[in-house]
């Protein structure tokens, strides 16, 4: 079955404390992976996708990388319009995609 | 046009009421989702439709009836519903079935 969990559950940082986010996986057959941002009574918002083991995207203090087993989503000097929660999804063949349950993020300024 | 449209924003309705949401799209997108979301809990799929034909339905109850009337247009029919119901309606459509999604804002829906 496939799986994905996410890590740390919460996570609480200073403004300008960078850190990553974790998204270990396991699946047959990777098609892609994706890091979505949601913010509360809001759909989730598309971030990143990511197709092959290696390849990372990079948007404003946000960097997304992807291994054979795990994802990272790095976020550098983060500001407190950050605060949300960020999910991970894969999806293998014609699947729909699967969700991890999230990485609640709390910026303080 | 880059969104996917939900209406209504929110909802109440009774246990007796029959509801209907929209969600609409006009990217062209041939895959369309319904997922429903509970608090600090990640979406849950319900539904799946591709090319306007039904193609995965994840055991949901038959108080929940989806319709996709053409290729734009997404619709979840309510009825009898319960107040464990309560939670957030996520649409999302996709250009094809393995590729990302776009998700509409949701409609937050409320059974009293």
């Known amino acids: 079955e496939d799986q994905v969990t996410q890590s740390p559950e919460a996570l609480r940082l200073q403004e300008g404390e960078s850190s990553s986010l974790n998204c270990s996986y396991t699946?047959?057959?990777?098609?892609?992976l994706f890091w979505y941002r949601q913010d509360p009574g809001k759909g989730p918002e598309f971030l990143f996708t990511?197709?092959?083991a290696g390849e990372e995207k990079e948007k404003e203090r946000l960097k997304a990388t992807l291994t054979k087993k795990e994802s990272f989503l790095h976020i550098t000097a983060p500001k407190p319009e950050d605060s949300a929660t960020y999910l991970c999804?894969?999806?293998?063949?014609?699947?729909?995609?699967?969700f991890g349950k999230g990485t609640r993020l709390s910026v303080i300024a | 046009d880059t969104e996917v449209t939900q209406t209504p924003k929110h909802l109440v309705m009774g246990m007796t009421n029959k509801k209907s949401l929209k969600c609409e799209q006009h990217?062209?997108?041939?895959?369309m989702y319904w997922y429903k979301q509970k608090a600090k809990k990640p979406p849950e799929l319900m539904f799946v439709?591709?090319?306007?034909?039904?193609?995965i339905n994840e055991s949901v109850p038959s108080r929940f009836s989806p319709e996709c009337p053409n290729s734009s247009l997404l619709n979840l029919h309510l009825h009898a519903l319960q107040p464990e119901d309560s939670a957030l309606y996520l649409c999302?459509?996709?250009?094809?079935?393995?590729?990302?999604?776009?998700f509409g804002s949701g409609t937050r829906l409320t059974v009293v």
């Open positions: 999804a894969v999806q293998a063949g014609n699947t729909p995609l699967v």
């Open positions: 439709y591709s090319y306007e034909k039904l193609s």
């Open positions: 990217m062209g997108h041939r895959a």
């Open positions: 999302a459509s996709s250009q094809e079935r393995w590729d990302g999604y776009t």
């Open positions: 699946v047959s057959g990777l098609r892609g």
């Open positions: 990511l197709y092959s």
